[in-house]
């Protein structure tokens, strides 16, 4: 149980593209999901937490139109990343929070890479 | 932003060793949980922790929350190679409504057969 899916795994785009990343609860309802930026060999960086029906909250220095988040139900929620620049080339992951719990279940990742 | 104290930073062991790594804070938390990622994956969630003192097991994993709730371990026993990967862990703050998780540093772990 507690599965979480993403989509795609991996991207290549040219700059100035807009790149859409799927993130999916397989198994459960996820009323919070939470979308990450990891670079390499450095812990996980929180960019937004989304809430089913309503807007996402960003964290401090993330640009909301920049990363635009959507999480129209609650079993999806879509990380739009807008206008993509080299510098936005990077590994995104989100993750799921099932009902109350604090569990965050995470799906395998999406390598972002903007030529 | 809040970041947990993660130890060691890394770690090179023969295989068959215990490993022991822990997580500490400064202020309270009411959540520690563990998560091991392999490269070019997402974390998965090793063990949950939701009371002091609580120690818990997930096969050769055991991971316990500090009585202070300020600390937490994980030890693995009998390591073997496909141990090897990254573990953080992660920890929900007692104070205010932000529900955030706080993230240790992560510990490399690398596994001599």
């Known amino acids: 149980g507690a599965v979480v899916s993403q989509h795609p795994s991996w991207v290549i785009c040219k700059s100035g593209t807009s790149v859409k990343i799927e993130c999916r609860s397989l198994d459960f309802q996820a009323t919070t999901m939470f979308w990450y930026r990891q670079f390499p060999k450095q812990s996980l960086m929180l960019m937004a937490t989304s809430n089913e029906g309503s807007k996402a909250t960003y964290e401090q220095g993330v640009e909301k139109d920049k990363f635009l988040i959507n999480h129209a139900s609650l079993t999806l929620s879509t990380l739009t990343v807008t206008s993509a620049h080299p510098e936005d080339s990077s590994f995104y992951i989100c993750?799921?929070?099932?009902?109350?719990?604090?569990?965050?279940?995470f799906g395998p990742g999406t390598r972002l890479l903007v030529l | 932003g809040q970041q947990l104290n993660q130890s060691p930073q890394s770690m090179f062991i023969q295989e068959g060793e215990d490993v022991s790594m822990n997580c500490t804070s400064s202020s309270i938390f009411n959540t520690w949980l563990w998560y091991k990622q392999d490269p070019g994956e997402g974390p998965v969630l090793l063990i949950a922790?939701?009371?002091a003192g609580e120690l818990t097991s997930n096969g050769r994993l055991t991971a316990q929350f500090g009585i202070t709730r300020k600390d937490s371990f994980l030890n693995i026993s009998a390591s073997i190679p496909s141990d090897v990967g990254i573990y953080f862990c992660?920890?929900?703050?007692?104070?205010?409504?932000?529900?955030?998780?706080?993230w240790g540093l992560g510990t490399s772990l690398a596994v001599n057969p």
């Open positions: 993750s799921a929070r099932e009902g109350e719990k604090e569990t965050q279940y």
């Open positions: 922790l939701y009371k």
């Open positions: 992660a920890g929900l703050p007692n104070a205010g409504n932000n529900r955030k998780l706080i």
